[in-house]
């Protein structure tokens, strides 16, 4: 509390760990999209190589939210 | 004979494993400091590779990774100019890939695939090598040496002449405090210099800037990947459709005679505007995000704890390598594919299979 | 933007970068590559047809084996049933000559044996003359002209009496062939006679001599159905039914 600068520091740190919750989401969000996909080739083993393909790509969109909030938490520790 | 030979070898190796162990561990905790594993230094902007220099050590790393690639096709090309049709050794890798590669572009995009594939497919292998090139020992470890401005910081050692050049290491046993006031940083291991020439000693309290960083640890080779990527998509999009391509994303028709859903669409248009510039942060920052975090966590679990678990890390890493470079070429081929259809699905349907 | 490590010169650094890369992974391994990934997907796909048409040709000639096999076993069937037959038809055919041959033995030795008795009783013929001469001298006890005794046997036993047939003065049957029976063998020129005598009194073409020593002496001429008995034995059988 003495230091404002070591103060906003500590912020910043928290902050972007804080904005790095985003990460629960979309690890959930990636998690349902494996177990579909492995339900579906298991289901399905002809169709593997399609599924996975559309697997690959939903959960890469799933990422992507974790991909902003990583943006986010390094722009506050380093740019803001 | 030969079935004994190798329980022989398999013998062998067990305790050549078992001595790497011994030898991580002593390092890890003997009394010799100098080998003491410490944390990382976490730089996000890439460093020049000596001072001043315009040069930065993700720049000389991209040109190995170029370099390798290169040679490999160009091994290939020779190959072919032989007019072999069965190829051997590692040409045959690196045609496997690029036909699993070709494979899959063909399945996405059909007659399309000729035009796409180059793009696509140096993206994937640019990525692939460099992801992979980035595991090798001496990146991220042999560097020169800075005076740090952060702490802490650590004392050099010089360790023997390499052809007139003094070599260095950093004592991590001998922690330094910086004169300037430090927030927290810290040097990366076993460090070498070129630097000591005109000085006994380059620095007094001392930390090690890499010659070599893995290149998808640096946020301009991805965002340059993905603004290529995004780039490309629009131009095939356009090359398919013609300026109607663009009529996804400014949608006038519905505004004018749509009613309530034509502003709908409309709106929506201007989304899909803006998710062009997504695909830009996404692509970028997912390989960025991954490779980097990779990176952080080796070095750091290496340095809690060196022996036993790094080894597997290192094979998820190069798991993660080539993964990373096939969900960004696949999202490439999708997002290229789905632009040489038109947005209302009339007449050039049918191209895409 | 600095702070991420973000700089416009690296960025184009790297956008350079990756078109150099594009253009000579082009040029060294995309298109070779892939031509020849198309060329062996030609080449394997060559062969595969290769391989049906081999597969085709090699089940057209199991085809034209089986064919072959069944035209073969065919003939041979055919081939065993033409010499069945044809063996048949030669063991008939030998049979046949056989059973010729043998009915011509037979009736050789028929012909033989007809032969041989006529021959023998051509002989006894003189002896029974001589004996019926020396006989009669002893009954009659007067010896008759030897000439004219001997003329009347003859006559007796032949039925032709002074070069005519005497059956024949007192007949007039017609007909194309006839049968002449005697006791005893006629002599050739008894034979001639009653030829001739035939031939010109009843017209008849062809003329057989048998020999039946039942009728004891004479003639008898069968002509068609129509019998001209002139034998002893006859005679005597009227003799008798007139007798009795």
């Not at chain 2, 002593?26 to 902007?45: D, E, H, K, Q």
């Not at chain 2, 502003?263 to 201007?270: D, H, K, T």
């Not at chain 2, 989304?271 to 996404?282: C, M, P, Q, V, Y």
């Not at chain 3, 007192?170 to 005598?197: N, W």
Request: some cysteine; charged content about 20%.
């Amino acid at each position: 509390m003495n230091d404002p600068v070591a103060f906003v520091a500590g912020l910043k740190l928290l902050g972007a760990g804080l904005a790095m919750l985003g990460a629960i989401g979309a690890g959930v969000g990636v998690g349902i999209a494996a177990s579909g996909g492995v339900q579906a080739m298991g289901r399905n083993p002809d169709a593997a190589n399609i599924i996975q393909t559309n697997m690959i790509l939903g959960m890469a969109f799933a990422e992507a939210v974790a991909i902003y909030a990583l943006a986010v938490a390094l722009i506050i520790i380093f740019a803001a | 004979m030969s079935e004994q030979t190798k329980k022989w070898r398999y013998g062998v190796k067990r305790w050549i494993v078992l001595a790497l162990f011994i030898v991580g561990g002593y390092a890890a905790f003997g009394r010799n400091t100098m080998l003491r594993p410490i944390s990382p230094v976490v730089v996000l902007p890439a460093e020049p590779i000596s001072p001043n220099s315009p040069i930065t050590n993700t720049m000389l790393a991209t040109l190995i990774a170029d370099v390798v690639l290169l040679l490999f096709a160009f091994g290939a090309y020779r190959f072919h100019k032989q007019g072999n049709l069965v190829p051997n050794g590692l040409y045959n890798f690196f045609e496997t890939i690029i036909e699993f590669l070709w494979n899959t572009v063909e399945g996405a995009t059909g007659k399309w695939a000729k035009r796409i594939f180059p793009v696509v497919a140096t993206i994937f292998l640019l990525i692939f090598f460099a992801n992979v090139i980035k595991l090798f020992p001496g990146f991220e470890s042999i560097g020169w040496m800075k005076e740090a401005h952060k702490a802490p910081a650590y004392a050099p050692v010089k360790l023997f002449d390499l052809g007139g050049l003094p070599v260095y290491t950093i004592d991590k046993g001998r922690p330094v405090e910086v004169e300037a006031h430090g927030e927290e940083a810290t040097a990366a291991a076993g460090a070498e210099s070129e630097h000591g020439e005109a000085k006994t000693e380059p620095c007094h309290a001392c930390e090690v800037v890499p010659f070599l960083r893995g290149s998808a640890t640096d946020l301009n080779f991805t965002i340059a990947l993905a603004i290529i990527a995004v780039v490309m998509t629009q131009v095939y999009g356009v090359w398919a459709l013609g300026p109607s391509y663009f009529s996804k994303f400014f949608q006038f028709g519905a505004l004018v005679n749509g009613g309530i859903f034509g502003l709908i669409n409309f709106g929506v248009g201007f989304l899909e505007l803006i998710l062009e510039f997504a695909k830009i942060l996404s692509f970028s920052f997912r390989l960025f995000g991954n490779i980097f975090a990779g990176t952080l966590l080796l070095s750091i679990v290496g340095a809690l704890l060196p022996i036993v678990i790094p080894p597997g890390l290192y094979l998820f890493e190069i798991f993660f390598g080539i993964i990373q470079a096939y969900v960004f070429f696949l999202l490439a081929t999708m997002f290229i594919s789905m632009a040489l259809v038109s947005h209302h699905g009339d007449g050039h349907g049918e191209e895409h299979h | 933007m600095a702070a991420l490590g973000i700089n416009l010169g690296f960025l184009l650094f790297q956008v350079f970068n990756f078109v150099i890369v594009l253009i000579l992974l082009y040029a060294w391994a995309y298109q070779p590559i892939v031509n020849g990934l198309e060329n062996r997907k030609k080449k394997i796909a060559q062969s595969l047809e290769d391989a049906r048409i081999a597969a085709e040709a090699r089940a057209n000639a199991e085809e034209e084996a089986r064919a072959i096999l069944t035209k073969a076993q065919a003939e041979a069937t055919e081939k065993i049933r033409e010499a069945t037959v044809r063996a048949e038809a030669a063991a008939a055919d030998v049979k046949r000559q056989a059973e010729v041959e043998a009915a011509k033995l037979r009736e050789q030795a028929i012909a033989d044996a007809e032969v041989d008795r006529e021959r023998i009783l051509s002989e006894v013929r003189g002896q029974i003359a001589a004996l019926s001469i020396a006989a009669t001298q002893k009954l009659i006890g007067d010896a008759l002209d030897e000439k004219r005794q001997r003329a009347l046997i003859d006559e007796f036993f032949s039925g032709v009496k002074a070069g005519k047939v005497t059956l024949l003065e007192e007949s007039d049957v017609h007909g194309a062939s006839a049968e002449i029976t005697s006791a005893l063998p006629l002599t050739d020129q008894e034979k001639e006679t009653v030829r001739q005598q035939i031939t010109t009194k009843i017209g008849a073409q062809t003329v057989a001599f048998r020999v039946d020593p039942n009728i004891l002496g004479g003639l008898v001429v069968k002509v068609g159905d129509k019998v001209l008995d002139g034998s002893v034995a006859g005679r005597l059988e009227n003799l008798r039914q007139s007798l009795s």
